[in-house]
T-cell receptor
Framework: AQSVTQLGSHVSVSEGALVLLRCNYS??????LFWYVQYPNQGLQLLLK??????LVKGINGFEAEFKKSETSFHLTKPSAHMSDAAEYFC???????????FGTGTRLLVSP | DSGVTQTPKHLITATGQRVTLRCSPR?????VYWYQQSLDQGLQFLIQ???????AKGNILERFSAQQFPDLHSELNLSSLELGDSALYFC????????????FGQGTRLTVV
């Protein structure tokens, strides 16, 4: 079964620093991959998605992710963190042939001034 | 605002009771998905409907059921509630069945006491 692993349940950065949130997937075929963000007491918002087109995907709020097949990774980055980026981030995969999202365990991003 | 509406936002009920959660998808979306988010299980896919028909089933308990009506809104029915059913229940919708982009509602927080 396809799955994603998010390394680090919490990541702390200073405002202005690089944000790197890690996600590795397990799949025998090219998957669809997603990053969602969840702000406190809110639903999930799609940040970006990979659907086998360009390997570097740009999303909203300055985030981007690179699909690396050789490393089975889809890490999320942002060059400069902002206080408003503090939230929980979920990597997700759609298993081939299924119509559901399989989520990772989430990474809480803390941004300090 | 994702365009997906869930009601109620909060629900407190006693063990053994039955509740109904409602979801109105984005205009034009035919697929509706239900997810459960709990501290111990994380984000879990429950069930998907497409244009009134069940399309995929995940980790949904037998005490839970769902349906999608002709106007495309969906209801998730939870019965014989247990303390462990306390969670945030999300509805998401997408245009088709491949779940390439799903938009999430803000969720219904269910507390079973």
């Amino acid at each position: 079964a396809q799955s994603v692993t998010q390394l680090g349940s919490h990541v702390s950065v200073s405002e202005g620093a690089l944000v790197l949130l890690r996600c590795n997937y397990s799949s025998s075929v090219p998957p669809y991959l997603f990053w969602y963000v969840q702000y406190p007491n809110q639903g999930l918002q799609l940040l970006l998605k990979y659907t086998s087109a360009a390997t570097l995907v740009k999303g909203i709020n300055g985030f981007e992710a690179e699909f690396k097949k050789s490393e089975t990774s889809f890490h999320l980055t942002k060059p400069s963190a902002h206080m408003s980026d503090a939230a929980e981030y979920f990597c997700a995969v759609t298993p081939t042939g299924f119509q559901k999202l399989v989520f990772g365990t989430g990474t809480r991003l803390l941004v300090s001034p | 605002d994702s365009g997906v509406t869930q009601t109620p936002k909060h629900l407190i009920t006693a063990t053994g009771q039955r509740v109904t959660l409602r979801c109105s998808p984005r205009s034009g979306d035919l697929s509706v998905y239900w997810y459960q988010q709990s501290l111990d299980q994380g984000l879990q896919f429950l069930i998907q409907y497409y244009n009134g028909e069940e399309r995929a089933k995940g980790n949904i308990l037998e005490r839970f059921s769902a349906q999608q009506f002709p106007d495309l809104h969906s209801e998730l029915n939870l019965s014989s509630l247990e303390l462990g059913d306390s969670a945030l229940y999300f509805c998401a919708s997408s245009v088709g069945t491949q779940n390439t982009e799903a938009f999430f509602g803000q969720g219904t927080r269910l507390t079973v006491v």
